[in-house]
């Protein structure tokens, strides 16, 4: 079955870094992958969408790359403020009728003042 | 943009007894609408599919009979958590996509305490 693996550390970074979360999956590449902000107690926002054509995708301080190659993608957070400490998630779509998505299991982010 | 509406967003119950959580698309209509379930630390787990209409689909190991889902309208999905039991205190949490969009759309989930 398909895995999808996160870091499972969490990561603590100082303000104004740049933050790199990684998401790899097994076998087969999905048609697009998502990402998703998620704070405590409240269900997951959307960031960014990347398609499996696409190589990478910004908007403002957020950028995502895809390579179905490695089948990884990251997600960077340049300028990094405390504001944004959550869970980062990923979520792969395989496409299908019904778009159901799969979570991985998710990066706690501390960004330190 | 989509909005989706989950209520309760908090729920104590006794044991034995059930529970009903809403899921609503209050600007779009959704033909299907997903369950997730999330225990502390973990990320979500897709519980199953909602469909419009006919039954649900459940993802493997979940139970049906405990969990039931009811999707009678385009924009209203239920889940009903029968004979619950302290096990079953969890957040969860329903998403629901606009059939023109490719991005999901969640509620602001359900936080259920068993006692």
């Known amino acids: 079955s398909q895995k999808i693996e996160q870091n499972s550390e969490a990561l603590n970074i100082q303000e104004g870094k740049t933050a790199t979360l990684t998401c790899n999956y097994t076998?087969?590449?999905?048609?697009?992958l998502q990402w998703y902000r998620q704070d405590p107690g409240r269900g997951p926002v959307f960031l960014l969408l990347?398609?499996?054509?696409?190589k990478e995708k910004r908007k403002e301080r957020l950028k995502v790359t895809f390579d179905t190659t490695l089948k990884q993608s990251l997600f960077h957070i340049t300028a990094s403020q405390p504001a944004d400490s959550a869970t980062y998630l990923c979520?792969?779509?395989?496409?299908?009728?019904?778009?159901?998505?799969?979570f991985g299991t998710g990066t706690l982010l501390a960004v330190q003042p | 943009g989509a909005v989706v509406s989950q209520h309760p967003s908090r729920v104590i119950c006794k044991s034995g007894t059930s529970v009903k959580i809403e899921c609503r698309s209050l600007?779009?209509?959704?033909?299907?609408m997903f369950w997730y379930r999330q225990f502390p630390k973990q990320s979500l787990m897709l519980m199953a599919t909602?469909?419009?209409?006919?039954?649900?689909?459940?993802e493997q190991g979940v139970e049906k009979d405990k969990f039931l889902i009811n999707h009678a309208s385009l924009t209203l999905s239920t889940l009903t958590v029968t004979s619950a039991h302290p096990e079953d205190s969890s957040f969860y949490i329903c998403?629901?996509?606009?059939?023109?969009?490719?991005?999901?759309?969640f509620g602001s989930g359900t936080r259920l305490t068993v006692v």
């Open positions: 979520a792969p779509n395989y496409g299908g009728a019904t778009n159901k998505l799969i």
């Open positions: 600007d779009f209509q959704a033909t299907t």
């Open positions: 909602s469909n419009e209409g006919s039954k649900a689909t459940y």
């Open positions: 076998n087969y590449s999905p048609a697009y």
């Open positions: 998403s629901a996509r606009p059939p023109t969009g490719e991005v999901n759309t």
């Open positions: 990347i398609r499996e054509n696409e």
